[in-house]
């Protein structure tokens, strides 16, 4: 079984994972953070190989990973974007994608230390906004991720953006409302059969041999930050 961060926000998601059998432990409470973030964990930590990096913020958090290779990042997170997303980066097939002007100098270094390419694109929530299916596909509503991924060699599913309840934003990011449990599953934070392109999604899925669970089903498609293995 695995270990995750995630918010418990929403405590039915979290018992929903814990009955797989998994272990979940709470990511912290960024105050400086605008309020529907303040609990995503994708914004918080990043693991990348054998290390994690993880926001100065993160006193609670850092505590309850002691036992991890932690990276602090070099600077304080901003209550407002682009200072918000120092960590909220798609590591992929030791290359890193994101917004390269608002990444932590840290996290920079690291990569050009271990040889880890980067690749520079738009969104600033790249993480957010990608649901890694595996190695050679992912998904994502974002045209950056899909030129940048395309280019190599990974195949992008392009669904339609919304759909995807965020509070205090009109929508939230497939990311944030998905996570993998193991190599062969998805998690669905919520009903995705509500969202309009579920049946290119679930195919999608069945092509790349990824079994779909939906959790709290009674509960719309709900972005909580997504879920970070530990």
Known sequence: MNTFVMSDKYPCF??????????????????????????HADMQILPINNDTFILNECTVLAEKLSKQRLIF???????????????????LNNTLYGKLSAIDENLLDYCKENNIKTVNINQ???????????????????????KALKKDGIEVLLISSGNIVLD????????GASGKIDDNTVLFFGDI??????????????????????????????DIGGIVKI
């Open 73 to 91: 990042c070099n600077k304080k997170a901003g209550n407002k974007y682009p200072e918000n997303i120092l960590l909220n980066f798609l590591y």
């Open 193 to 222: 059969e509500t969202h309009p392109d579920f049946d290119t999604i679930n195919n999608f899925c069945i092509k790349h041999n990824i079994l779909i669970k939906i959790i709290c089903k009674n509960m719309p498609l709900t």
């Open 14 to 39: 979290v018992k929903e994972i814990e009955k797989f059998g998994h272990t979940v432990i709470s990511s912290d409470r960024i105050d400086i953070f605008p309020f529907p973030e303040q609990k």
């Open 124 to 146: 600033g929530y790249a993480r957010c906004s990608t649901l890694v299916l595996n190695k050679k596909a992912v998904i994502t509503s974002d045209l950056s991720i899909e």
């Open 168 to 175: 205090g934003y009109n929508c939230g990011f497939i990311g």
